[in-house]
Antibody, heavy 128, light 107 residues
Framework: QVQLVESGGGVVQPGRSLRLSCAAS????????MHWVRQAPGKGLEWVAIIWNDGSNKYYADSVKGRFTISRDNSNNMLYLQMNSLRAEDTAVYYC?????????????????????WGQGTLVTVSS | DIQMTQSPSSVSASVGDRVTITCRASQDISSWFAWYQQKPGKAPKLLIY???TLQSGVPSRFSGSGSGTDFTLTISSLQPEDFAIYYC?????????FGGGTKVEIK
């Protein structure tokens, strides 16, 4: 069965860095795009980043662009999120999620990125 | 960015009720649209994608409809395990965006 297990969360001071990890199992990891999605305490869901199955493309939310980097290690079935220059507003539960691979090319653009499996999440608290 | 607006923000209903939640996109997203269910302390769960396709394992009492800018999630007969928060998501373009959520509460 598909399993995604996040780790690396914790309490960090503003301006510092943290790296989150997501261990994937139960599916062919290198065949799927992967996402990070976050949820601030008591708030809704915010998509953070996506990485293509082969790592060839990455996209980010404007709120994290230039500060966060998504990466993956297909040989070890691992997904990462390097978070630099952390701010209080980055405080959230961070989920890794598998892309459903339901996308289709429509007029030269891929559409249809859905999140079909999620990890349990890891809490990142940015506070002095 | 495409804004997703859900309504209502909360709904009180009884077991057996029919419940309808709506979501509006700020621009035409065709059928590139999904619904998720989230229970307290748990990760979200994909219910419906491409506006009306039921994800494997999701009960048939859930259904989705709509295209363009207006979408609907219907629970035909609310069950105790359906009390949760429901989120919509556009899958048309980056950044992927979610609605603010609709909490389905026990009446």
């Amino acid at each position: 069965q598909v399993q995604l297990v996040e780790s690396g969360g914790g309490v960090v001071q503003p301006g510092r860095s943290l790296r989150l990890s997501c261990a994937a199992s139960g599916f062919s990891f290198s065949s799927y795009g992967m996402h990070w999605v976050r949820q601030a305490p008591g708030k809704g869901l915010e998509w953070v980043a996506i990485i293509w199955n082969d790592g060839s493309n990455k996209y980010y939310a404007d709120s994290v662009k230039g500060r966060f980097t998504i990466s993956r290690d297909n040989s070890n079935n691992m997904l990462y999120l390097q978070m630099n220059s952390l701010r209080a507003e980055d405080t959230a539960v961070y989920y890794c999620a598998r892309d459903s691979a339901r996308g289709l090319v429509e007029m030269g653009t891929i559409r249809g990125f859905y999140f079909d499996y999620w990890g349990q999440g890891t809490l990142v608290t940015v506070s002095s | 960015d495409i804004q997703m607006t859900q309504s209502p923000s909360s709904v009180s209903a009884s077991v057996g009720d029919r419940v309808t939640i709506t979501c509006r996109a700020s621009q035409d997203i065709s059928s590139w649209f999904a619904w998720y269910q989230q229970k307290p302390g748990k990760a979200p769960k994909l219910l419906i994608y491409t506006a009306s396709t039921l994800q494997s394992g999701v009960p048939s009492r859930f259904s989705g409809s709509g295209s363009g800018t207006d979408f609907t999630l219907t629970i035909s007969s609310l069950q105790p395990e359906d009390f949760a928060i429901y989120y919509c998501q556009q899958a048309y373009s980056f950044p992927l965006t979610f609605g603010g959520g609709t909490k389905v509460e026990i009446k």
